[in-house]
């Protein structure tokens, strides 16, 4: 795994949805995640460093395709102009991704809404694969815990042989939560996002969390798995990694901080 993988995830932490003007002016790589509950474009310098970026709940995608694309245009269009008024220079191109199984001619609307926030679209790729961008394992699985599908990529000798999609993702933990509390999904949201909160969830969403680890058992079975890391936002609800483990029999690890993992990855892959 990348070394320096949790320093440059603290580094995202640090500069996004910031706005103190940036002096560099070197090459950029830039990534854009259209996630089903977050919405995020990361700038890396030509070091593959995070320079700047904005990150946004925002319900704009549903299960890898765009059901608001007006919405999503302007939601990029403006992280898009703050950010070039931080650096001072404008963005003209970034990557994207898409979860794994999703048919091509909907992943063209992704293309279209970078288009239409004004950045030419340089690459695209699959979510896990785009993790591993970052993560750099060599033998293991990656598994991006999204707001509504889990993806998982098998990687042996550093290549990537076996993609998968299934829905399950924050939104199942949300509408479990809201039900069983007897509040909105948008309240939902946002104590799932509570540190000091998450601990009492737990019973509640643990047959959520069982579900994922059971998407991922099966998509594992057939390969020798070393080890297996979970990303994306969903990733970081404690105990999620317990019950993957368990439920796989393999060891299952998270970073410091998830979220950020699969955006950086597309970001490094803007050549």
Known sequence: MNPQLDPILRQAEAVLNTSDPITYRGPVHVGVDLGTAYTVLIVLDQDYRPLAGRYQFAQIVRDGLVVDFIGA??????????????????LEQAATSYPPGVAMAEVKATRNVLIGAGLECSNFLDEPSAANSLLQIDNGAVVDVGGGTTGIAIIENGEVVYTADEATGGTQFSLVIAGAM?????????????????????PLVRPVMQKVGTIVARHVAAYDVERIYLVGGTSSIPGICDEVEAITGVKTVVPSNPLFVTPIGIAMQDK
Not at 75 to 81: G, N, R, T, V
Not at 183 to 200: D, G, H, P, T, V
């Open 73 to 90: 245009i302007r939601l990029l269009s403006q992280m898009k102009a703050e950010v070039e008024t931080q650096l001072g220079f404008t």
């Open 182 to 202: 007897g509040i909105s999904f948008e309240e939902a949201e946002e104590l799932k996002k509570k540190r000091n909160q998450q601990s009492r969830l737990i």
